[in-house]
């Protein structure tokens, strides 16, 4: 059997063939991708299966046939479809419950002739295998969890349910009776599950008690930041900052602001940014530049659960009380990601009146996203959890780069942010207004020959110091998530040997 540490001689690997599904585009789902390429390292074959959308992080692009070296055989399988779309039906309340149904049942088409089709069996060692474990994320739950259920008891293999959330809790609470119908759903089908994994203890107490798992078979996973996401140096800053000043010098020119000096577009690498300049005598060096604006980002999908309005108008407040202050801070805020609601809000920012602050809504290369968040001096999330069970693993790229979060406050978020010991919570705009100020306030009143480093002064260098260290997913993996999948292994080898003697 395959060591989860991934140090092994291949050779020596018992491998198996595991299945990872997730109702949702793969690209998008960091840790669903980085349960994949812990088994990967540990020697597994993986069939991977969601929708069609963003790549794959590099780390798991060298698994797949097209990144292998020749003669070797690869170890991931992909398997991607288009989601669903029929837009008109789930705009209009009148025809919520046929697009549910539409919903539904097209996805399981979908889904199970994915499976049926395209999910291939794996040769190990010189035999045909099929996913003898599945690993599903939960949410969506519909209607994944049912098919995923179906397929353990058509196929033998055993199921393992990662709960990211509880799926029935995202349905919005005006209908009633479709949430009813989902938590019953849950209730019923969980227990058919061979282990579970939750981000939260506040979610594993809950599946204990009212979803009837089996607390042997439940084990607390949290979010870890994978090594990609670490303190860079403040050339590496420069060199992913340059790639956006002209992104960032456009929002301010759509702002009207005149409170911004002009910088020059940006021809090479070699000059400053808003951020960085060049280190005197050290040709190809940079460093903090003097006077400099903070830099706040804030990584969205742009969906109903993270409520920007919240950061725009508490940006809004903090802009006019600078203005009043006659305070010399200037803030940058970028805003990174995709998502259906983007567009409406890129227009509510347009429509705004900005002086010492600009919002600058920016799609950030996934190779150099990790760089990027490793350039700010703090980062927002405005994630509220629908049951108030789940945390945002947003939160834990930030710290994995040593830069302190402002969250949203919800129950359970004290699991992992924890007010003024390593970052700051806030519930309305006024509030989180106040904090910003607080907290950059050393850049207004930095002298002209300083040169402040991210996130190097006041509360901010505090609360620094308070995320170093953080447990790495390489770390915590072996520990909390591949016992469950082990034993749920073991239970399917007992189950196969038993089988076969009893036939001979």
């Keep these: 059997m395959a060591s ?32 994949v390429l812990s088994l990967l390292q540990a020697g597994h074959f993986v069939t991977f299966v969601g929708y069609t959308g963003e790549s794959l992080i590099p780390s798991l692009q060298k698994y797949t046939p097209e990144g292998v070296k020749a003669k ?64 599903m994320q939960n949410p969506p739950a519909i209607p994944v969890l049912m098919t995923m259920v179906l397929y353990k008891f058509w196929t033998g293999a055993k199921l393992i349910i990662d709960w990211h959330n509880l799926g029935y809790s995202m349905i919005d609470k005006q209908y009633t ?112 530049r003097a006077q400099r604006p903070a830099l706040i980002v804030s990584s969205t999908s742009w969906t109903p659960d993270e409520d920007m309005s919240v950061l725009i108008d508490a940006l809004q407040l903090a802009d006019k009380l600078i203005q009043e202050t006659k305070s010399s801070l200037r803030i940058v805020c970028a805003i990174t990601g995709k998502g259906r609601l983007k567009e409406h809000y890129k227009k509510v920012i347009a429509s705004k009146t ?55 406050r919800f129950p359970c978020l004290n699991e992992l942010v924890q007010d003024d010991v390593n970052g700051r919570t806030f519930e309305k705009p006024d509030e989180l207004s106040t904090i910003l100020l607080d907290l950059l306030e050393p850049l207004a009143s930095a ?8 996130h190097s002064f006041g509360a901010l260098q505090r609360y620094s110091r308070q995320v170093q260290g953080q447990l790495l997913w390489s770390e915590n993996w072996p520990t909390n998530a591949w016992p469950v999948l082990e034993k749920a292994l073991d239970e399917h080898t007992e189950t196969a040997t038993t089988g076969k003697s009893k036939t001979e």
Excluded at 19 to 31: F, I, T
Excluded at 397 to 405: A, L, N, R, S, W
Excluded at 447 to 454: E, F, I
């Design 72 to 135: 070797r055989q690869h170890m991931l399988q992909v398997v991607r479809f288009p989601a669903p779309k029929i837009v008109f039906l789930r705009s209009q309340p009148i025809f919520l419950p046929l697009y549910f149904l539409w919903r539904t049942i097209s996805l399981w088409v979908l889904l199970c002739s994915s499976l049926v089709l395209f999910v291939k069996p794996a040769s190990l060692q010189s035999k045909k295998v099929y996913p003898q474990i599945i690993l």
């Design 447 to 454: 002298k002209s020959n300083q040169h402040l480093g991210n």
């Design 177 to 288: 009776t479709f949430r009813s119908w989902g938590r019953l759903y849950e209730q019923l089908l969980a227990p058919f599950a061979d282990g579970h994994l939750t981000v939260t203890k506040a979610m594993q107490v809950f599946l204990k008690a009212d979803l009837r798992v089996e607390s042997e078979n439940c084990s607390v996973l949290y979010d870890c930041p994978p090594s990609i996401f670490r303190l860079r140096t403040i050339t590496e800053q420069h060199q992913v900052m340059a790639k956006h000043h002209d992104s960032i010098m456009q929002a301010i020119k759509d702002s009207g602001s005149t409170s911004w000096p002009e910088f020059t577009t940006l021809a090479d690498n070699t000059k400053a940014s808003f951020f960085t300049e060049p280190l005197p005598g050290r040709p190809g060096r940079f460093q903090p």
């Design 354 to 408: 900005w002086n010492s602050v600009v919002v600058a809504t920016l799609w950030i290369d996934p190779v150099d996203y990790p760089t990027f968040l490793a350039c700010a001096d703090a980062g927002i999330s405005l994630h509220t959890s629908t049951s108030g069970l789940d945390l945002p693993i947003k939160i834990l790229d930030y710290f994995g780069c040593e830069v302190p979060v402002c969250a949203y």
């Design 4 to 35: 989860p540490s991934g140090d092994n001689d291949e050779d020596s690997v018992v491998p198996t063939h595991f299945m990872v599904v997730v109702l949702g585009d793969l690209g998008r789902s960091p840790r669903m991708q980085y349960h």
